[in-house]
T-cell receptor, first 111, second 116 residues
């Protein structure tokens, strides 16, 4: 079956770059997403990438997709304390399938 | 996202009670979803609905039922609550990917349910 895996925890210093990694198993994945969850809140879509793209940049966020290795990463430049949250990657093939989420990576930003 | 609302936001109940969690959306989306979140396990899909007459089980549907009362409303019921159903429950919506070109889901704020 489909599986999405992430490391559980990442700690960085304010101003550094953060890189959150995700691997998935479904080679038919069409859309891949990054969601952010702040404490006590729901999930907020950060960005998404189509499987025919290698990279997508959106302000401080850079998404890299290695389709051959089924590896997705999210880089946050100049990480701020407000970036502290849980980050989820998710994938789908579209059509009648729902999203499959990873277990989330807790990002802690130290001042 | 204020376009997706969930009620109640918090609920404490006892084992064996019937509980209903409600979700409403004003985004005009056809698709709605119910997830539960447990620490370290991420989000797991309980049920999803692609339109009013199309309801599907997710990976952990046992002990739950749903009702899609209208395009904008999707409720989740626990017929006889048990302690291991204590979790954070999220509703989400999405448009039809064939029309929107993406399966982006928009989440409600969550309902924290505690079963004693």
């Amino acid at each position: 079956g489909e599986d999405v895996e992430q490391s559980l925890f990442l700690s960085v210093r304010e101003g550094d770059s953060s890189v959150i990694n995700c691997t998935y198993t479904d080679s038919s994945s069409t859309y891949l997403y990054w969601y952010k969850q702040e404490p006590g809140a729901g999930l907020q879509l950060l960005t998404y990438i189509f499987s025919n793209m290698d990279m997508k940049q959106d302000q401080r966020l850079t998404v890299l997709l290695n389709k051959k290795d089924k590896h997705l990463s999210l880089r946050i430049a100049d990480t701020q304390t407000g970036d502290s949250a849980i980050y989820f990657c998710a994938e789908t093939r579209g059509g009648r399938r729902a999203l499959t989420f990873g277990s989330g990576t807790r990002l802690q930003v130290q001042p | 996202d204020a376009d997706v609302t969930q009620t109640p936001r918090n609920r404490i109940t006892k084992t064996g009670k019937r509980i209903m969690l409600e979700c409403s959306q004003t985004k005009g989306h056809d698709r709605m979803y119910w997830y539960r979140q447990d620490p370290g396990l991420g989000l797991r899909l309980i049920y999803y609905s692609f339109d009013v007459k199309d309801i599907n089980k997710g990976e952990i549907s046992d002990g739950y039922s749903v009702s899609r009362q209208a395009q904008a409303k999707f409720s989740l019921s626990l017929e006889s609550a048990i302690p291991n159903q204590t979790a954070l429950y999220f509703c989400a919506t999405s448009g039809d990917a064939r029309k929107t070109n993406t399966d982006t889901q928009y989440f409600g704020p969550g309902t924290r349910l505690t079963v004693l």
